[in-house]
């Protein structure tokens, strides 16, 4: 089987296939819209597969190991037939995406998804984050209005840069493509220990006493690192850190409140883009009020 | 006119049990040119080779076989029984019909004895074309240079030293001492590590059969073993150490403060400095890239316009000898050795690799070793544990173990072996200078392989109260003053949260930098870790596969103390051997060249793993290949590529073997 142009530089490539996946379409519209615009503004083509379908986060991962290479090889084989590399923004879409391709390496694997989906596997695209794509074309990023004196505290949550072995995009314990990013926009990524801490991912209806324990402390991290914000480049991280803001205070008494944003929305921002454009007034946290007082808004 | 005695082993019944001797023996005596066959129960045995020493002499035999077990076995014992028999020890061959044969065919009598039949053969065939060898003595330098001044460089070079030799030992730091300097204490008995090391350094550098070179690398290496020659780069230390007296008054009194790399960054140094007070050499090196001066200098060099630094050289005035020498440079000189020992020890594993730990980011963050420098009487705190942040004392220590050891992720697969044992001795004394103290251990197993060492780690859990918690640590964060660890007790399957003052990465050892370069230049092994490789891990454990030159201490791999001085010794040991000879017998299977049919195309030069061929020049211009029969290990590979036909190698001639080839259709 072939991975299509697994070579080529990211650099030069002008055009990419979009994985949305299910959250940029409903309750990430926010990542959605920014992710599309801040590109179009960096000469960067995105192009929506068609026909995508579900990656498999997280029910299919947790449940059936089958399931989770299926689901994501059948969007693979699509995109190995438009022949760009498939770009997705979701860190949970990405993580199934980039592992799934992983496993279709293994011949006997292979065949068995090639069964199960029942079309055969000839080519599959290389699977690449919004992240990496931005950070191969980080110098030529036309800053517009810089981000000055915002601090911000990069979070990058748990999938995009594990399992080691498999995503492998940055360092697992102190990752670098983010704070690259921000520093390169502007403004001052903080040092902080909880880059890749777990938010608590699928658990805030079954076990909101550890989703909420578990943002607390990133959140009450972030604060004290002096973060004004904190940027995420996956849904579920900013609907666990965004949504339990009020729930975390009432709970533990300390006001650990932080604006949650999508790191696309910083780098639209600083392209010259505006609040309502980009979104930026439609979080629980409104990061707003931050972002006007440092003249940003 | 060969007359070929062929003997057979029954080797018990390793051969006897699958080849038919009698066969073996009625087809031997139908080979050409054998006068007389027999069968032993045991060639080797003394009767066995009585027996050979007596067919000789009866028969008249000028050639012998034995069929027997692999020439690595007995190859040596029989060349001994046919040079008691009169002969030259060249004159026999092994026909290995027990490794290659028995062994492997022990299913199938019947192919097995043909087998043996033709490996007979093969050997008769060219046994009949060997010819009398003789070995070359090529003289030697008896004095041996050490690569490396810890403890186990100046244990080779002290044992060599009383053993009546010459020798230099070089170190690239300002002093000798090594790591061991750097300890405060020593497992499992609590040593002063500076009270036994100090009187051995200084017993070296009054030996009067040693010369030290500080401060000093080797630069490249040349020839074979007994006649080294070796290139010493001395970096230029800036103070004249004939004239100093090292009085001290210069690194008291120089006002550029630098983070001491003896101290690991727990303490500073000046510019013009002596790591430590007890050092050997006790005289300053200036240090080039910070020294006020050298900077004034290179800024007027550099020609720009703008405010000169000062130009300082306080050190220039006070010095009360005038021994400090701007102008000196790095000198580089020859010398010629017998024997190399590379002791170049190691260095800890740079943590900040794992950035879950926050090494280098949070300064209450440190290392084992750093934490040797902050109990040490002489280091930077004056003995007192303060920590680096706000100099508090510290009450929870977490140590954190296999920090870039039993990692395959850090590529760091091995044990360190020493990790398990310093963090005992160190709970051991954080509770001697502050009984409040209370050490948390996360460990994965407790390695404490070694005489009194299982002793002493359960002293530190039940006399010092040290708490032992078996599991990983998975993050370490800064909340206030205080260390936030998060980790698991895998024992109740729990995971754990404490907070500490002070957290203590138990560093694994990787070898020292620079060791690939200096293997290259030797031309001996290192493994994937960058560990240098012994000749036999278990039988030549301070031995390389280069002849003359030899490794001792934590070069090779992990050591803590006693064994980094066992093998010093050990080393040392192996150079005075070589050195009680007058002269060094080389094996004379070694290749030749014919100059009249070399091409002088070298293609042999590129192949040859053992660097022993060279070139020289005709008196008429044409340059040939020549090679040096010290270094040659008679492996082949050059009469393998010669195009020409021009080299041959004794003792396993073209002609030999082409004879050996054809004997089997014959």
Known sequence: ?297 | MARIGVFICHCGSNIAGSVDIARVLEAARKMPQVVYVEDNKYTCSDPGQASIRNAVKAHRLNRVVVAACSPRMHEKTFRKTVEQAGLNPFLLEIANIREQDSWVHSDDKERATEKAIEIVRLAVAKVARNYELYARQISLTKRALVIGGGISGIQAALDIANAGHEVVLVEREPTIGGRMAQLDKTFPTLDCSACILTPKMVELAQHNRVVLFTYAEVQSIKGFVGNFEVEVRQKARKVNHTTCTGCGTCWQKCPEKVPSEFDLGMGQRTAIYIPFPQAVPTKPVIDTEHCRYMKYQRFVASGEEDKKPPQCRVCEKLCPTGSIDWEEQDRVFTEKFGAIIVATGYQTFDASAYGEYGAGMYPDVISGLQLERLMCASGPTGGEVKRPSDGAHPKTVVFVSCVGSRDEAKCRPYCSKVCCMYMAKHAIMLREHDPEVQCYIFYIDIRAGGKAYEEFTRRAQEEYGAIYLRGRISKIYQEGKKLVVLGEDSLIGRPVELSADLVVLATGMEPSSGVVELAQKLNISYDTNQFLVEAHPKLRPVETQSDGIFLAGACVGPRDIPDSVAQGSAAAVKAAALFSQDYITTDPMTAMVDISRCTGCLLCTQVCPFKAISTQALRDGRVVASVNEGLCKGCGLCAAVCRSKAIDLRGFTNQQLFAEVTSLWQ
């Open chain 1, 1 to 297: 089987m072939k991975q299509a142009e697994s070579t080529g530089t990211l650099a030069g490539q002008k055009a990419f296939s979009y994985f949305p996946g299910c959250s940029l379409h409903s309750t990430a519209r926010e990542y959605d819209v920014s992710a599309r615009l801040s590109c179009e503004a960096l000469g960067i083509e995105l192009k929506e597969l068609e026909g995508w379908a579900c990656c498999g986060a997280s029910s299919a991962h947790s449940t059936n190991e089958l399931l989770a290479v299926s689901l994501p090889a059948r969007d693979l084989k699509r995109a190995g037939e438009v022949g760009l590399p498939l770009v997705a923004a979701c860190a949970m879409c990405f993580s199934r995406l980039k592992i799934a391709s992983h496993e279709l390496q293994n011949n006997d694997m292979r065949k068995l998804v090639q069964t199960v989906i029942g079309q055969e596997i000839q080519k599959t695209a290389r699977v690449v984050h919004l992240l990496e794509v931005v950070d191969s074309r980080l110098d030529a990023i036309p800053v517009k209005k810089p981000l000055t004196e915002l601090k911000v505290a990069c979070y990058y949550g748990c999938l995009l840069v594990r399992p080691r072995e498999k995503v492998a995009i940055d360092d697992a314990e102190n990752p670098q493509l983010m704070d690259r990013l921000v520093r390169k926009l502007g403004a001052e990524p903080v040092a902080w220990a909880f880059k890749t801490e777990c938010c608590g991912a699928g658990l805030p209806l079954a076990r909101p006493d550890i989703v909420l324990k578990l943002c607390h402390r990133i959140l009450a991290q972030a604060r004290q690192a002096g973060a004004d914000c904190i940027a995420v480049a996956c849904p579920e991280c900013h609907s666990n850190l965004d949504t339990h803001q009020e729930e975390i205070r009432a709970r533990y008494g300390d006001d650990a409140r932080v604006p949650v944003v999508y790191f696309t929305q910083l780098l639209g921002l600083a392209l010259g883009l505006s609040v309502q454009q980009l979104h930026l007034d439609k979080h629980l946290t409104d990061p707003v009020p931050v972002l006007s007082s440092k003249g940003l808004a």
